[in-house]
């Protein structure tokens, strides 16, 4: 090596050794004391559940500047932790066993070593089915009627989520939608066929636990005060029956209501009778005589309608078919009749009592404040309201109906046997019974009644049947 290179290898050195005792500046540290924060969910925020096995959900942040979250933990106590594992938005977590409110806590470490404060979140835990029972019509053994009334009792285990729903079958394996606990219900048994019908029940808790299935059976029977026959194309006419008795028929003097055509009151006593449930209908009518129903806004031509636009020779013709058809004897009931079905054995002003108000006769009766008032002008399905103490339907209201009797201004001279009362020859107008929808409530008054020629005809007008044994 020359001189020349040994001098600048000296330099070098003598350069890198100066350098190396010059000071140098610190490395930069991360100051961070702040600890983390976060939450923990259970199972979506669910109240309760039926399963050790839920899912949490966690969600975790270090302070603005921090060193970052690195692992977190689980207790059940507070005291017991599980060791720090790495961090998940969401895992899988077994309760503690035993039924009652479980607590799960989470805590947080972030990479300067700061621990977060306790996060918990609890749930009940209910693996216990509810119980219940059931009771059709306050346990009878026998009904007339397919509609009957559930008596239901249910609870839950001590400390339970509580029953939520509960559902219905008559089979066992199709079921109504859930719906909520109540203690009584009203049902229809699945069937009109005479015997024993089943009815079972089934509860839910608000932990999804499913109740045994719970049932309760009833024996539907003939109703001895009822009567179906069958008309041609097994369209059924039912009739009731109304007993034998007496009434007096007709106005006091002293009622400020009563019209002059009301009075004298007399007693009647009359035999028993079948009268229609209903008022006739248009499946009835077709039946008898091929009749189709008019295609206008004021007469709702479905089966169970009542027949409307019936004078009072066409409702003889009706009759006659009918007669001729079951071989049995149907009329017109008397003035007599028709006011003895329609009380029913009572003296109220109606045969609901004595309110008059739009509220209550909407509860028994077709008139004009629900039907005309509300744009609906024809006569509505029969049965749709609720029956008189005798089971008859829209005796008030809907379509007035044509009675056998002819007209007359008095009762001075009505017979008292509850037959009609027939001139010769036959009188002006005929009698009719039960004011039609366009009237007001009340015009419902059991002992009102009116008259039509026996050619009038309307969408308010039509007819029951009675028959004598």
Not at 54 to 67: E, L
Not at 76 to 88: H, M, V
Not at 121 to 141: C, E, M, Q, S
Not at 390 to 413: I, K, P, Q, T
Request: glycine residues 8%.
């Amino acid at each position: 090596m020359n001189k020349k290179s040994l001098g600048f290898g000296l330099t070098l050195a003598a350069v890198l050794l100066a350098l190396a005792v010059l000071p140098q500046p610190a490395a930069r540290a991360v100051t961070d004391t702040t600890p983390p924060t976060g939450t923990i969910v259970i199972n979506g925020n669910q109240s309760c559940t039926n399963s050790r096995n839920v899912t949490i959900a966690m969600t975790w942040a270090d302070n603005a500047g921090g060193s970052g979250v690195a692992r977190m933990r689980f207790s059940n106590d507070g005291s017991t932790w599980t060791a720090y594992e790495s961090l998940t938005p969401s895992r899988s977590y077994q309760l503690p066993a035993g039924d009652g409110y479980k607590t799960v806590r989470v805590q947080f470490i972030d990479l300067a070593n700061n621990r977060s404060i306790t996060y918990s979140d609890y749930i009940r835990l209910d693996t216990v089915a509810p119980t219940g029972a059931i009771i059709i019509n306050k346990g009878d053994l026998t009904t007339t009627k397919q509609s009957v009334t559930l008596g239901l009792t249910f609870a839950d285990n001590a400390g339970g989520s509580g029953v939520v729903r509960m559902r219905f079958s008559d089979n066992g394996s199709t079921w109504t939608n859930w719906m909520y606990p109540t203690a009584t219900k009203a049902y229809k048994l699945p069937k009109a066929t005479l015997g024993y019908q089943t009815v079972r029940v089934q509860y839910l808790d608000a932990a999804n636990n499913y109740s045994p299935v719970y049932n309760d059976y009833i024996k539907l029977v003939a109703d001895p005060n009822e009567e179906t026959i069958m008309l041609p194309g097994s369209v059924p006419l039912v009739m009731r029956w109304i007993p034998a008795g007496s009434f007096v028929m007709g106005s006091p003097d002293t009622d400020p209501n009563a019209m002059n055509w009301e009075w004298p009151q007399h007693t009647v006593t009359l035999s028993g009778f079948w009268m229609g449930k209903y008022e006739l209908t248009n499946a009835q009518r077709q039946a008898l005589t091929g009749y189709e129903p008019n295609t206008n806004p004021n007469e709702l031509g479905v089966a169970n309608a009542p027949a409307v636009f019936i004078n009072w020779n066409d409702a003889h013709t009706i009759l006659t078919a009918l007669n001729t058809c079951t071989g049995k004897t149907f009329r017109l009931p008397s003035e007599a009749q028709f006011q003895y079905a329609l009380r029913a054995g009572t003296t109220t002003q109606y045969y609901w009592g004595d309110d008059g108000s739009d509220a209550t006769g909407s509860q028994y009766a077709w008139w004009k404040g629900n039907t005309m008032d509300v744009g609906e002008n024809y006569a509505h399905l029969v049965g749709q309201k609720k029956p008189n103490a005798w089971g008859l339907y829209d005796m008030a209201g809907n379509v007035a109906e044509w009675c056998e009797d002819d007209w007359h201004s008095s009762y001075s001279g009505a017979p008292t046997d509850g037959s009609a009362w027939v001139d010769s020859p036959r009188a002006e107008r005929r009698a009719s019974h039960d004011y039609g929808l366009s009237d007001l409530v009340g015009a419902f008054r059991s002992a009102n009644r009116t008259k039509y020629g026996p050619l009038a005809n309307g969408w308010s007008i039509g007819m029951r049947v009675v028959r004598i044994p």
